[in-house]
Protein backbone atom coordinates (compact mmCIF):
# COMPACT_ATOMS: atom_id res chain seq x y z
CA UNK A 1 0.00 0.00 0.00
CA UNK A 2 0.98 3.38 -0.76
CA UNK A 3 0.59 6.91 0.26
CA UNK A 4 -0.80 7.46 -3.21
CA UNK A 5 -2.95 4.63 -3.93
CA UNK A 6 -6.69 5.76 -4.38
CA UNK A 7 -9.31 5.25 -1.18
CA UNK A 8 -12.83 3.46 -2.34
CA UNK A 9 -15.19 2.91 0.61
CA UNK A 10 -17.63 0.73 0.19
CA UNK A 11 -20.98 -0.18 2.33
CA UNK A 12 -22.17 -3.62 1.62
CA UNK A 13 -25.59 -4.81 2.51
CA UNK A 14 -27.91 -7.92 1.53
CA UNK A 15 -31.67 -9.51 1.51
CA UNK A 16 -33.30 -12.87 1.07
CA UNK A 17 -36.69 -12.97 0.66
CA UNK A 18 -37.90 -15.78 2.46
CA UNK A 19 -34.88 -17.23 3.98
CA UNK A 20 -35.58 -20.75 6.06
CA UNK A 21 -38.83 -21.21 4.06
CA UNK A 22 -39.31 -24.23 1.67
CA UNK A 23 -39.33 -23.73 -2.23
CA UNK A 24 -36.94 -20.61 -3.56
CA UNK A 25 -35.45 -18.01 -1.63
CA UNK A 26 -34.90 -15.02 -4.36
CA UNK A 27 -31.86 -12.70 -3.42
CA UNK A 28 -30.15 -9.72 -4.02
CA UNK A 29 -27.36 -7.54 -2.42
CA UNK A 30 -26.69 -3.74 -2.69
CA UNK A 31 -23.51 -1.48 -2.50
CA UNK A 32 -22.54 1.99 -2.36
CA UNK A 33 -18.83 2.84 -3.71
CA UNK A 34 -17.50 5.79 -2.84
CA UNK A 35 -14.25 7.86 -4.30
CA UNK A 36 -12.48 10.68 -3.91
CA UNK A 37 -12.54 12.53 -6.95
CA UNK A 38 -10.98 16.44 -7.73
CA UNK A 39 -14.42 17.79 -7.39
CA UNK A 40 -15.52 15.99 -4.04
CA UNK A 41 -16.73 12.41 -3.06
CA UNK A 42 -18.02 10.51 -6.08
CA UNK A 43 -21.02 7.79 -5.65
CA UNK A 44 -22.10 4.86 -7.53
CA UNK A 45 -24.11 1.92 -6.97
CA UNK A 46 -23.88 -1.81 -7.46
CA UNK A 47 -26.49 -5.15 -6.91
CA UNK A 48 -27.18 -7.96 -8.27
CA UNK A 49 -29.92 -10.34 -7.81
CA UNK A 50 -30.64 -14.37 -7.71
CA UNK A 51 -34.08 -16.40 -8.12
CA UNK A 52 -32.80 -18.78 -5.24
CA UNK A 53 -30.10 -17.79 -2.99
CA UNK A 54 -29.24 -16.85 1.01
CA UNK A 55 -27.90 -14.51 2.86
CA UNK A 56 -24.73 -15.56 3.21
CA UNK A 57 -23.89 -16.33 -0.62
CA UNK A 58 -25.53 -12.78 -1.51
CA UNK A 59 -23.10 -11.25 1.05
CA UNK A 60 -20.52 -12.75 -0.64
CA UNK A 61 -21.16 -12.28 -4.12
CA UNK A 62 -21.48 -8.55 -3.77
CA UNK A 63 -18.22 -8.01 -2.10
CA UNK A 64 -16.76 -9.83 -5.56
CA UNK A 65 -18.89 -7.97 -7.83
CA UNK A 66 -17.25 -4.74 -5.86
CA UNK A 67 -13.94 -5.58 -5.89
CA UNK A 68 -13.86 -6.60 -9.36
CA UNK A 69 -15.64 -3.40 -10.80
CA UNK A 70 -13.03 -1.44 -8.71
CA UNK A 71 -10.31 -3.55 -10.57
CA UNK A 72 -11.12 -2.58 -14.09
CA UNK A 73 -9.78 1.13 -13.09
CA UNK A 74 -6.46 -0.16 -13.48
CA UNK A 75 -5.27 1.05 -10.36
CA UNK A 76 -4.50 -0.94 -6.67
CA UNK A 77 -7.06 0.79 -4.40
CA UNK A 78 -7.17 1.00 -0.76
CA UNK A 79 -10.57 -0.13 -0.03
CA UNK A 80 -12.96 -0.81 3.43
CA UNK A 81 -15.80 -2.61 2.97
CA UNK A 82 -18.14 -1.75 5.35
CA UNK A 83 -21.05 -4.96 6.00
CA UNK A 84 -23.38 -5.71 8.46
CA UNK A 85 -22.94 -9.56 7.71
CA UNK A 86 -20.63 -11.20 10.44
CA UNK A 87 -19.83 -13.68 8.27
CA UNK A 88 -18.77 -11.78 5.52
CA UNK A 89 -16.68 -9.60 7.81
CA UNK A 90 -15.66 -12.05 10.23
CA UNK A 91 -14.60 -14.84 7.28
CA UNK A 92 -12.12 -12.47 5.39
CA UNK A 93 -10.52 -11.00 8.69
CA UNK A 94 -10.43 -14.40 10.81
CA UNK A 95 -11.71 -17.35 9.07
CA UNK A 96 -9.50 -17.13 4.96
CA UNK A 97 -6.07 -16.81 6.59
CA UNK A 98 -6.60 -19.80 8.43
CA UNK A 99 -8.32 -21.81 6.08
CA UNK A 100 -5.94 -20.69 3.81
CA UNK A 101 -2.48 -21.67 6.02
CA UNK A 102 -4.87 -25.12 6.04
CA UNK A 103 -4.73 -25.51 1.81
CA UNK A 104 -8.65 -24.47 2.57
CA UNK A 105 -9.74 -26.90 5.02
CA UNK A 106 -11.67 -26.40 8.17
CA UNK A 107 -10.20 -28.80 11.35
CA UNK A 108 -13.94 -29.67 11.08
CA UNK A 109 -16.61 -30.07 8.32
CA UNK A 110 -16.55 -28.44 5.18
CA UNK A 111 -16.14 -25.26 4.00
CA UNK A 112 -19.63 -23.44 2.74
CA UNK A 113 -19.49 -21.64 -0.09
CA UNK A 114 -15.82 -22.30 -0.77
CA UNK A 115 -15.78 -21.91 -4.23
CA UNK A 116 -17.12 -18.52 -3.59
CA UNK A 117 -15.03 -17.92 -0.18
CA UNK A 118 -11.85 -18.58 -2.95
CA UNK A 119 -13.14 -16.10 -5.66
CA UNK A 120 -13.46 -13.39 -3.11
CA UNK A 121 -10.03 -14.55 -1.59
CA UNK A 122 -8.50 -14.20 -5.05
CA UNK A 123 -10.15 -10.52 -5.80
CA UNK A 124 -9.09 -8.70 -2.28
CA UNK A 125 -5.70 -9.79 -3.88
CA UNK A 126 -5.87 -7.51 -6.14
CA UNK A 127 -6.01 -4.15 -4.05
CA UNK A 128 -5.68 -3.55 -0.34
CA UNK A 129 -8.75 -4.01 1.80
CA UNK A 130 -9.77 -3.83 5.29
CA UNK A 131 -13.30 -5.11 6.20
CA UNK A 132 -15.11 -3.52 8.91
CA UNK A 133 -18.66 -4.71 10.38
CA UNK A 134 -21.34 -2.31 11.50
CA UNK A 135 -25.01 -3.74 13.34
CA UNK A 136 -27.62 -3.24 10.60
CA UNK A 137 -30.96 -1.58 10.81
CA UNK A 138 -29.62 0.63 13.87
CA UNK A 139 -29.82 3.83 12.15
CA UNK A 140 -26.32 3.75 10.03
CA UNK A 141 -27.40 5.85 7.04
CA UNK A 142 -25.40 3.90 4.33
CA UNK A 143 -26.04 0.62 5.74
CA UNK A 144 -29.88 1.80 5.66
CA UNK A 145 -29.08 2.88 2.03
CA UNK A 146 -27.18 -0.18 0.93
CA UNK A 147 -29.95 -2.19 2.45
CA UNK A 148 -32.59 -0.67 0.13
CA UNK A 149 -30.73 -1.25 -2.96
CA UNK A 150 -30.74 -5.02 -1.64
CA UNK A 151 -34.34 -5.37 -0.75
CA UNK A 152 -34.80 -3.45 -4.45
CA UNK A 153 -32.66 -5.98 -5.79
CA UNK A 154 -33.97 -9.31 -4.32
CA UNK A 155 -38.02 -7.99 -4.93
CA UNK A 156 -37.24 -7.21 -8.56
CA UNK A 157 -34.61 -9.40 -9.41
CA UNK A 158 -32.62 -6.59 -10.82
CA UNK A 159 -28.84 -6.11 -11.57
CA UNK A 160 -26.89 -3.49 -12.26
CA UNK A 161 -24.31 -5.12 -14.51
CA UNK A 162 -21.11 -3.07 -12.65
CA UNK A 163 -21.27 0.24 -10.89
CA UNK A 164 -24.40 2.84 -11.73
CA UNK A 165 -24.88 6.24 -11.06
CA UNK A 166 -25.97 6.60 -7.06
CA UNK A 167 -29.73 7.60 -5.67
CA UNK A 168 -28.27 8.04 -2.27
CA UNK A 169 -28.24 11.93 -2.86
CA UNK A 170 -31.72 12.23 -3.53
CA UNK A 171 -32.55 8.82 -1.01
CA UNK A 172 -30.24 11.33 1.71
CA UNK A 173 -32.49 14.47 0.75
CA UNK A 174 -35.82 12.49 1.19
CA UNK A 175 -34.86 10.77 4.33
CA UNK A 176 -33.54 14.42 5.87
CA UNK A 177 -37.31 16.03 4.53
CA UNK A 178 -39.02 12.86 6.82
CA UNK A 179 -36.59 14.16 9.71
CA UNK A 180 -33.95 11.71 9.81
CA UNK A 181 -30.39 12.03 9.83
CA UNK A 182 -30.46 15.90 9.98
CA UNK A 183 -26.84 15.77 11.77
CA UNK A 184 -25.53 13.85 9.36
CA UNK A 185 -22.52 14.92 7.07
CA UNK A 186 -22.04 11.60 4.03
CA UNK A 187 -18.92 13.29 3.32
CA UNK A 188 -17.34 13.63 6.48
CA UNK A 189 -18.33 9.91 7.07
CA UNK A 190 -16.02 9.04 4.37
CA UNK A 191 -13.78 11.76 5.58
CA UNK A 192 -12.95 9.80 8.69
CA UNK A 193 -12.10 6.23 7.28
CA UNK A 194 -9.80 8.19 4.78
CA UNK A 195 -8.23 9.85 7.16
CA UNK A 196 -7.39 6.47 8.86
CA UNK A 197 -5.88 5.07 5.78
CA UNK A 198 -3.85 7.99 4.75
CA UNK A 199 -2.23 7.65 8.11
CA UNK A 200 -1.22 4.17 8.02
CA UNK A 201 -4.08 2.85 10.88
CA UNK A 202 -5.95 -0.56 10.93
CA UNK A 203 -9.44 -0.12 10.67
CA UNK A 204 -11.19 -0.88 13.48
CA UNK A 205 -13.32 -4.52 13.87
CA UNK A 206 -16.94 -2.77 14.44
CA UNK A 207 -17.33 0.71 12.40
CA UNK A 208 -18.54 3.46 13.84
CA UNK A 209 -22.45 4.19 14.24
Same mark, same amino acid.
Given at each position: ?102 ? /?? #? ?7 ? $????? @???? &? =? ?6 ? /?? #? ?7 ? $????? @???? &? =? ?55
Amino acid at each position: MTASSPIAVVHLDESCLGNGREGQTPGGTGGLIEVRTATGVERRDIYLHHPDTTNNRMALEGAIATLDVLARKSHRFQVVIVSDSQYLIRGMREWVPNWKARN /WR #RKTGAIENL $ELWQR @LDRT &A =ARHDVQWT /WV #RGHRGHVKN $EYSND @LAVL &A =ATEQRTSNGAVASGFAEWFVNKQEAGKYLTYDPDESFAALERYLQAGKPIPLVAAE
